[in-house]
């Protein structure tokens, strides 16, 4: 099992920067694929970019291409989402993930909230 917990979120303005933290429990992280999602109010969720379990290989949702940026230290056993540039769009409550694969997700945490005002 692995317990995972999301921190950082936030209220902020377009165009204005956020960090969020995702910080595992039980297990290491450095066996899993970690991704993040996000899901807006009446929305299903969606995802927002991966990282492979040794940080060499990430990819991204369009969306948020060139501005996020995912990284993880598995030494702490956390994940980070860099969120730069934010738009109003980008509201929504983030979850962080880890799973065998890009592909397939076991364990999730309870999100934080990120609203960006226009």
């Known amino acids: 099992q692995v317990q995972l917990v999301e921190s950082g979120g936030g209220l902020v303005q377009a165009g204005d920067s956020l960090r969020l933290s995702c910080t595992a429990s039980?297990?290491?992280?450095?066996?899993?694929?970690m991704g993040w999602f996000r899901q807006a109010p009446g929305k299903e969720r969606e995802f927002v970019g991966a990282?492979?379990?040794?940080?060499?290989?990430?990819y991204y949702a369009d969306s948020v291409k060139g501005r996020f940026t995912i990284s993880r230290d598995n030494a702490k056993n956390q994940l980070f989402l860099q969120m730069n540039s934010l738009k109003p769009e980008d509201t929504a409550v983030y979850y962080c993930?880890?799973?065998?694969?890009?592909?397939?997700?076991?364990?999730w945490g309870q999100g934080t909230q990120v609203t960006v005002s226009s």
């Open positions: 993930a880890a799973g065998s694969s890009f592909q397939s997700y076991e364990f």
């Open positions: 990282i492979n379990w040794m940080g060499h290989s990430s």
């Open positions: 039980g297990r290491s992280i450095s066996d899993w694929a």
